[in-house]
C-alpha cells in the first residue's frame, strides 16, 4: 500500500518561511492535497491539487509536487498559522493520509 | 453553503456496533463529482481515513477496517451513515464526515466539527 512521510515537527521564528514535506514514492504522479488543523478544530483544506489555493486561504499559503517530495510553504509565518498540518494522497481506490507535522 | 454534522453515541462498550450519521446540506449527494467520506483522528495521533461514498454508490474503504465497516447513503434526507462493528478502545477517536469533491484523486473541502467516541468497559 501507498505511504507517505511528514516530519514530525517543523519550528520556525515569525516572520520567516516555513517549509513541511510530503514524502511518498513517485509523489510527483499523485496529487497532494493539504490540511491545517488547530488544537480542538476539524481540519481545513488549505491547498488541492499540488498547489491551487482554496478561496479564503491567504496568499502566504503555497505548494510544490516533484519527484518523491511534495512541499507546503508558508512565507512571512504568523502566530496563528501554528497548527497540525496533514498531507493528504490517493494511493489507488484508497485515501492516505500522511502522519502530520507540528509547526510551532 | 455547504455544511455537515456528525452524531451519534460518545460511549460505547467493547464489541458493540457503532452507527455514526453525517447529516449535510448545501449540496446533494446526487451530484456528479460528489462525496463523503468518514475520517477519524486518535486522542493525539494522526488523521485516519475510514471510508467514503460517492454520487453514483461507488463505496471505497480503508482496507485494514474494511471488513468492520458499511458506509451508506440516503440522498433525500442529506444523510451518510458509517457502521463499525465490534469496537475496542482502539476505536476510540473523534471521528468526522467531510464533503469529497472530485471524482478522481478526490479531496475534503468542507469538514463537520468532529464527534468524539470512547469505548470502554
Known amino acids: 500500500s501507498y505511504e507517505v512521510t511528514q516530519p514530525l515537527s517543523v519550528s520556525v521564528p515569525l516572520g520567516q518561511t516555513a517549509t513541511i514535506t510530503c514524502e511518498g514514492d513517485?509523489?510527483?504522479?499523485?496529487?497532494v492535497h493539504w490540511y491545517q488543523q488547530k488544537p480542538g478544530q476539524a481540519p481545513v483544506l488549505v491547498i488541492y491539487r499540488d498547489s491551487n489555493r482554496p478561496s479564503g486561504v491567504p496568499e502566504r499559503f503555497s505548494a510544490s509536487n516533484s519527484g518523491n517530495t511534495a512541499t507546503l510553504t508558508i512565507s512571512t509565518v504568523q502566530a496563528e498559522d501554528e497548527a497540525d498540518f496533514h498531507c493528504q494522497v490517493w494511493g489507488g481506490r484508497i485515501v492516505v493520509f500522511g502522519g502530520g507535522t507540528k509547526l510551532t | 453553503q455547504i455544511t455537515l454534522k456528525e452524531s451519534g453515541p460518545t460511549l460505547m462498550k467493547p464489541t458493540q456496533t457503532l452507527t455514526l450519521t453525517c447529516t449535510f446540506s448545501g449540496f446533494s449527494l446526487s451530484t456528479s463529482g460528489v462525496g463523503v467520506g468518514w475520517i477519524r483522528q486518535p486522542p493525539g495521533q494522526a488523521l485516519e481515513w475510514l471510508a467514503l461514498?460517492?454520487?453514483?454508490?461507488?463505496?471505497r474503504y480503508s482496507p485494514s477496517l474494511e471488513s468492520r465497516l458499511t458506509i451508506t447513503k440516503d440522498t433525500s434526507k442529506g444523510q451518510v451513515v458509517l457502521t463499525m462493528t465490534s469496537v475496542d478502545p482502539g476505536d476510540t477517536a473523534t471521528y468526522y464526515c467531510?464533503?469529497?469533491?472530485?471524482?478522481?484523486?478526490?479531496?475534503?473541502?468542507?469538514w463537520g466539527p468532529g464527534t468524539p467516541v470512547t469505548v470502554s468497559s
Open positions: 513517485k509523489i510527483r504522479t499523485r496529487s
Open positions: 467531510a464533503h469529497a469533491r472530485g471524482s478522481e484523486e478526490s479531496y475534503f473541502d468542507y
Open positions: 461514498i460517492y454520487w453514483n454508490d461507488d463505496e
